[in-house]
C-alpha cells in the first residue's frame, strides 16, 4: 500500500491531511459545538477598556504575564481563585500567555490600584525593587485609539451577539448593563467620562490637563483595563 | 537543453533563499541576543535612548525575535533546500518550464516584501497577541498567497516529475505544505474591524489593520495551541527531517538504514504529533480530557521522533570516523542528537505533575532553544553547507572555520539549556513554596531576581550562537568570492579547503 502511495501524490496528500486533520476534527469541534458561556456576573468590556486591552496586546504584555491561574494551593493564594472558562466568554483574542516572566494578572484589579499602576509602569524598579520590567513612558505620551476599540465592540455586537446595551444578569440577582455609543463622536466622549474616573486617582499633572483638554492618553486607557481583571 | 545529457539542474531560487535565510537568521537571532540581554540587564532596553525605547523594548521585540527565526530563517532555508531537493529526486530542471521558473521567483519576491512587511508592523506593535501567528489579516492573506505559490511549486515539480517513486524528503515537504496549509486557515479566523457600521451609519476607519478573532477564551485557545504546537511540528520538524533524508546519505555515501524504520516514523509523526497541543493548556480551563490527550500522546510521539533520529544515526553504521573528519558529518549527527534529546524533553514536560512546575517557567524557553539551535540550526546549516558548493560551483573556503564554528556554537547551546534548566526548576520550584505556617514562602520579585545569574549565562550562550553564526556567514561569503569556480559541478561529499 505504501509502496503505492509514494507513487500516486494526489493519494498520497489525501491520506495525509486525513492523518493529520483527524485529531483536529475529533478534539476541536466537540469543543465549539459546546458554545463558551460566560459566566454569571461577566460582563463585555467597555469602550475604554477595550482600548487598554489592545494597548496592552500592542505592547505583547501577554510576552511576560499570564492569564490564567491554575488550580493550585500556591497559585490561589498568590493570585485569587482560579481561573474558570466561562469567565474569558469576552476574551478575543484570549490572552492567557505562556510565559510568566512577570506575575499573572487575571485578578490584578482585586489587589492593584490606579495610583500603583501610575507609578510601577513609569519605572517599574522604583516600586518593585528588583524589577526587570522595561519602563513603559510612551504610554504616558501616545493617545489611545478610541475610535479602533469602538470599531472591535461593534464588530463584536454584530458578528458574535456580544450582549451590550442590554440586562447582564450578576452575582447577586441584579443585572447591569454595558453601554456601546450609537456614534464615534458618542464613543468618545462616553470614553472620556471613563478617563475623568481614572485620573481622578492619578497624580501625574500632564496627564491630568491632556484629560481635561479632551485628550485620553494610552496610560489612562490600560490603567481602565488593569482595573477591570477581576 | 542537451536531451541524452544529465539534466541541469537550475539553483536560482534555491540561492535566493540562502541569502535571505542567511541575512534575516543573523538579524533574528540578533534580536534573540538583545532580549537576552534584556532580561538580564534591564537598562538594555532603552539601548538606542528613551526617545526609541517603545520601539527597542522587550516586548516588542520579542515577537519579532520568534517571528524573524521561525518564519524568515527556517523558512527560508526550507525552501531554498526544496528547490534545491525538490529537482534533484523528481529529476526535473526548473529550467525545463518557464511556468515553474516565474511561480518560484515570485514566491520568493513575494515572501521578501511580506517579510519586510512583517518586521514593520511588529515593530509598530500591530499584532494579534497569537504566539507565532501574531500577523494581522492583510499578512496573513499575504501569507496565503506565499503558501499557495508554493503548493503550486510542489504540484509542478512533482508533476512533471521523471522519477516516479517520492522519496522520502517529498513526503515530508508536502506533510509540510498540507499542515501548515491547514494550521494557517483555521487559527487566523478573523473579522477586520473596518466591516463595522456604527448605527449612526459612519464607517469605521481607525487602525484599518485591526481585526477580531472569531474565537473567545477557551475556544480561541485551544485553536491557538492546536495551531501553535503544531506550526513547531511542520516547521521545525518534518521540513528538517526532509532535509536530513537528503543531505545525510548524499554527504556520507550511506544509505539510509532502514525503509521500514521511514515509514512507521512519517505516518506515526503525521498521525499523532496533531493530538499533543493539549500539553500546552495543562490545568488551564480546556476540557480535562483533551489535557489528558494531549498529556498521552505526547508520550507517544517520542516513538516516531526517535524512529527518525535513531534511523539517521544507523546511517552512519560502519561510518563513524566521519564524524570525525568532516565537520558537517559533525552537525548533522549532532543534530540527530539534539533532536532525540529536545523530542524526550518535551514529553517529559507533558506530564501533568512535570508540567505543574515547568509550565510558565524558563524551562520551557530552554527545551524550544535545545530543539531549534541544536536540531533546527546545524541541520539548517549543514545543508546550507552541502547545496553551497554545488549551487556556487566553489568549494567551501574553510574547513577549520567549519569546526571552530561547531564547537563554538555547541558550547552555546549548552550554556543555553543548562541554565534555563536550572532557571526554571528553580523559580517553578520557589512559586510553590510554602513555609511552615502554610504561606507562600517567596514573594514574587524573589523569584525574579534569583534567577539573574542564569539569565545572564543563557545570552552568553545565545551571544556564542550568534558568533559562530556569523561565522557562517562569512564562510559562505568567501565562498561565493574567494574561491575560484569550478569547471564542473562538485560531486560527492563537500571538497573544502584547509
Redesign the interface.
Known amino acids: 500500500m505504501f509502496h503505492w502511495l509514494e507513487k500516486h501524490p494526489f493519494f498520497f496528500a489525501l491520506s495525509v491531511f486525513v492523518a493529520i486533520a483527524f485529531a483536529g476534527l475529533v478534539e476541536i469541534i466537540p469543543s465549539f459545538a459546546q458554545a463558551s458561556r460566560p459566566l454569571v456576573g461577566t460582563t463585555p468590556y467597555s469602550t475604554l477598556e477595550l482600548s487598554g486591552r489592545q494597548i496592552y496586546i500592542k505592547n505583547s504584555c501577554n510576552a511576560c504575564h499570564s492569564q490564567l491561574i491554575r488550580p493550585f494551593k500556591s497559585e490561589t493564594d498568590r493570585y485569587g481563585h482560579y481561573s474558570l472558562s466561562g469567565e474569558y466568554a469576552y476574551d478575543r483574542p484570549f490572552l492567557w500567555g505562556s510565559k510568566r516572566t512577570g506575575p499573572d494578572l487575571m485578578r490584578v484589579g482585586n489587589y492593584r490600584t490606579t495610583d500603583w499602576h501610575e507609578n510601577h509602569m513609569k519605572d517599574p524598579a522604583s516600586v518593585v525593587p528588583g524589577s526587570i520590567m522595561p519602563k513603559y513612558t510612551w504610554l504616558y505620551t501616545n493617545e489611545a485609539d478610541i475610535e479602533t476599540a469602538y470599531a472591535e465592540q461593534l464588530t463584536v455586537a454584530q458578528f458574535f451577539s456580544v450582549p451590550y446595551n442590554t440586562p447582564i444578569p450578576m452575582k447577586d440577582g441584579s443585572s447591569k448593563v454595558i453601554k456601546m455609543a450609537d456614534s464615534i463622536a458618542e464613543a468618545n466622549a462616553d470614553a472620556l467620562d471613563e478617563a475623568k474616573v481614572i485620573v481622578a486617582d492619578m497624580k501625574d499633572q500632564s496627564i491630568k490637563d491632556a484629560v481635561a483638554n479632551g485628550k485620553i492618553p494610552e496610560i489612562v486607557a490600560i490603567i481602565a483595563y488593569m482595573n477591570s481583571l477581576k | 537543453m542537451n536531451k541524452n545529457g544529465p539534466l541541469e539542474y537550475d539553483y536560482s531560487v534555491s540561492k535566493l533563499f540562502i541569502m535571505n535565510a542567511l541575512f534575516v537568521g543573523a538579524i533574528g537571532m540578533l534580536v534573540g541576543v538583545i532580549i537576552a540581554w534584556?532580561?538580564a540587564y534591564?537598562g538594555l532596553?532603552?539601548f538606542l535612548g528613551?526617545g526609541l525605547?517603545?520601539y527597542t523594548?522587550?516586548?516588542?521585540l520579542?515577537?519579532l525575535h520568534t517571528d524573524s527565526v521561525i518564519y524568515g530563517f527556517v523558512l527560508s532555508a526550507v525552501w531554498a533546500t526544496w528547490y534545491y531537493v525538490g529537482q534533484r529526486v523528481l529529476k526535473v530542471s526548473m529550467a525545463e518550464s518557464k511556468t515553474l521558473m516565474l511561480i518560484g521567483k515570485l514566491h520568493f519576491w513575494i515572501y521578501f516584501v511580506s517579510a519586510s512587511l512583517i518586521v514593520t508592523s511588529l515593530l509598530l506593535?500591530?499584532?494579534?497577541?497569537?504566539?507565532y501567528a501574531e500577523f494581522e489579516w492583510p499578512i496573513d492573506l499575504a501569507i496565503t498567497v506565499i503558501w499557495l505559490l508554493w503548493g503550486a511549486s510542489i504540484a509542478g515539480l512533482?508533476?512533471f516529475r521523471r522519477e516516479?517513486?517520492?522519496y522520502i524528503s517529498i513526503?515530508y515537504y508536502?506533510?509540510t505544505f498540507?499542515?501548515i496549509a491547514?494550521l494557517h486557515l483555521?487559527n487566523n479566523m478573523e473579522?477586520p474591524?473596518?466591516?463595522?457600521?456604527?448605527?449612526?451609519g459612519?464607517t469605521?476607519?481607525?487602525?484599518w489593520w485591526?481585526s477580531?478573532?472569531m474565537?473567545?477564551?477557551?475556544?480561541?485557545?485551544?485553536?491557538?495551541w492546536?495551531f501553535g504546537h503544531?506550526a513547531v511540528a511542520f516547521v521545525f520538524t518534518t521540513p528538517i527531517i526532509a532535509m536530513i533524508y537528503y543531505f545525510l546519505p548524499k554527504e556520507s555515501g550511506q544509505a539510509i538504514y532502514s525503509y521500514k524504520l521511514s515509514?512507521l516514523s512519517f505516518?506515526g509523526l503525521?498521525?499523532v504529533?496533531?493530538?499533543a497541543?493539549?500539553h500546552?493548556l495543562l490545568?488551564?480551563?480546556?476540557?480535562d480530557w483533551?489535557q489528558t490527550?494531549g498529556s498521552v500522546f505526547s508520550i507517544v510521539l517520542i516513538l516516531p521522533s526517535w524512529g527518525s533520529a535513531i534511523n539517521m544515526l544507523l546511517t552512519m553504521k560502519g561510518e563513524w570516523q566521519q564524524v570525525a573528519s568532516s565537520p558537517l558529518i559533525k552537525f548533522m549527527v549532532l543534530g540527530s542528537t539534539f533532536y532525540m534529546f529536545s523530542t524526550l524533553e518535551g514529553p517529559i514536560q507533558a506530564i501533568k505533575s512535570v508540567n505543574?512546575i515547568a509550565?510558565?517557567?524558563?524551562w520551557?524557553?530552554g527545551h524550544v532553544h535545545d530543539g531549534v539551535l541544536g536540531w533546527v540550526g546545524f541541520i539548517v546549516i549543514a545543508a546550507i553547507y552541502h547545496m553551497s558548493p554545488r549551487i556556487f560551483r566553489r568549494e567551501i573556503y574553510s574547513r577549520s572555520l567549519m569546526n571552530t564554528q561547531f564547537w563554538i556554537q555547541t558550547l552555546g547551546v549548552v550554556l543555553y539549556f543548562t541554565s534555563m534548566w536550572i532557571a526554571g526548576i528553580t523559580q517553578g520550584m520557589m512559586?510553590?513554596?510554602?513555609d511552615e505556617f502554610g504561606?507562600?514562602a517567596y514573594s514574587?520579585?524573589d523569584t525574579?531576581?534569583v534567577l539573574h545569574p542564569y539569565y545572564t549565562i543563557r545570552a552568553v550562550g545565545g551571544t556564542l550562537y550568534l558568533i559562530g553564526f556569523l561565522m557562517f556567514i562569512y564562510n559562505i561569503y568567501k565562498t561565493t568570492s574567494a574561491r575560484r569556480v569550478e569547471e564542473d559541478e562538485l560531486q560527492n561529499a563537500s571538497p573544502m579547503g584547509a
Do not use: C
Not at chain 2, 474565537?215 to 491557538?224: E, R
Not at chain 2, 490545568?283 to 476540557?287: A, G, K, R
Not at chain 2, 509550565?359 to 524558563?362: I, R
Open positions: 534584556q532580561m534591564p532596553n532603552t528613551d525605547a517603545e523594548n522587550f516586548s516588542r520579542r515577537p506593535g500591530w499584532t494579534t497577541s497569537k504566539e512533482v508533476g516516479k517513486s517520492l513526503w508536502i506533510a498540507l499542515a491547514m483555521f473579522i474591524t473596518i466591516l463595522a457600521t456604527s448605527p449612526a459612519e469605521m476607519v481607525g487602525a485591526h477580531v478573532s474565537y473567545a477564551g477557551t475556544n480561541d485557545a485551544l485553536v491557538q492546536w503544531n515509514l505516518w503525521m498521525f504529533y496533531l493530538w497541543g493539549g500546552h490545568y488551564s480551563t480546556v476540557p483533551m490527550m505543574a509550565h510558565f517557567t524558563d520551557i524557553v512559586w510553590r513554596a510554602h504561606n507562600l514574587f520579585i525574579v531576581t
